[in-house]
């Protein structure tokens, strides 16, 4: 009997709302080289260019919407919460807000989110809904010049480890939804999962770096296999 569940998801899962995934065939991100845009060094070389690639991001989320997988996981986490049946955790490694606009009490952004500016001079983060290439004056400590996107951008320490690790170790399922099974600490969660005892399930479109670590893999477009997922736990209820 599942009780503990921790759900994983990744690019893949957004793809079907018309948001690019990461590694496109070409190993650029929308046209860039992950170097020029995801990391401390590309923000300290090109400051512009890394704001105004992100001002994109974060505009272009006005124009999608969640599709069916994300639907279905905030589904599946009302009825969790709703019959008590246990402890359920959503962590993404998505910086776009479609888990959120679905719908979730327990969702923990690890790589950070486009809605949200850090300050480096003050290290208040808050959200934020326009762009940063203007310069803006921090909302906490007053200060201009000082905001940049709250992403952690390679070769930084992900958000929310401690919580993270936690609650792997108490889960008997874990599944994981469009991802891609390269970035860590990420992909290391599958071996944390069975390391507790967890069952371990993967949904890809294609199977992915980590599928020989899964109990399980299921491979398809998530907006397909998601929901027809959580209607199967649901229907074991
Ligand atoms: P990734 O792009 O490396 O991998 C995406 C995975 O999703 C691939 O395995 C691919 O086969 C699969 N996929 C593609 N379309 C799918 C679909 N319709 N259904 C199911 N699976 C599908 O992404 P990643 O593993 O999340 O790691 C990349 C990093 O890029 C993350 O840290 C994330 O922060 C960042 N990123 C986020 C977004 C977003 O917020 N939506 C978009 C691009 C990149």
Redesign the pocket.
């Given at each position: 009997m599942v009780r503990n569940i921790v759900i994983l998801?990744?690019?893949?899962?957004?793809?079907?709302s018309g948001?690019?995934?990461?590694?496109?065939a070409d190993g650029l991100?929308?046209g860039h080289r992950v170097e020029d845009v995801?990391t401390p060094e590309a923000f300290r070389r090109n400051p512009a260019l890394v704001q105004t690639f992100y001002d994109q991001?974060r505009a272009f989320l006005g124009q999608v919407v969640p599709n069916a997988?994300h639907l279905a996981l905030a589904r599946l986490e009302a009825q969790w919460r709703e019959r008590g049946l246990g402890e359920f955790l959503l962590v993404?490694?998505?910086?776009?807000d479609?888990h959120d606009r679905a719908g979730h009490n327990r969702l923990l952004h690890?790589?950070?989110e486009?809605n949200s500016a850090l300050c480096t001079a003050c290290g208040a983060a808050r959200p934020w809904r326009g762009p940063l290439i203007d310069d803006p004056a921090c909302p906490a400590c007053q200060r201009s010049g000082s905001l940049r996107p709250d992403?952690?951008w390679f070769g930084e320490m992900p958000y929310h480890m401690d919580a993270i690790g936690d609650a792997l170790s108490r889960c008997d399922l874990f599944v994981s939804?469009?991802?891609?099974?390269?970035?860590y600490p990420?992909?290391g969660f599958v071996q944390w999962a069975k390391d507790a005892g967890a069952r371990t399930l993967e949904?890809?479109?294609?199977p992915?770096a980590g599928t020989p670590m899964f109990d399980e893999a299921r491979h398809?477009?998530?907006?397909t296999?998601v929901p027809a997922w959580v209607e199967e736990m649901l229907g074991a209820l």
């Open positions: 998801t990744g690019a893949g899962i957004s793809a079907e948001v690019p995934t990461f590694r496109a991100w929308e995801a991001r997988a993404t490694q998505n910086v776009d479609l690890m790589h950070g486009l992403i952690v939804i469009g991802t891609s099974g390269a970035v990420a992909a949904l890809n479109l294609e992915s398809g477009p998530a907006g296999l």
